[in-house]
């Protein structure tokens, strides 16, 4: 199953993008999709906050 693409706010660029090719981690208690900035030339990552039912829905 294909995950649906989310969007993200990259800070660093002050752009919005959509992905849905992001991970989702788990750091204190809480979940967070992290994606891969789609800036040219950026390495940063950025990450956007998800609720337990989304993180279990977008967990493979």
Known sequence: MAKE??????????AKFETADFEVREKKGRFYAVAKSQAEGATHECWRV???ADAAKYSS
Do not use: I, N, Q, R
């Open 5 to 14: 693409p989310l969007s993200f706010y990259d800070v660093k660029t002050k």
């Open 50 to 52: 998800l609720g337990k």
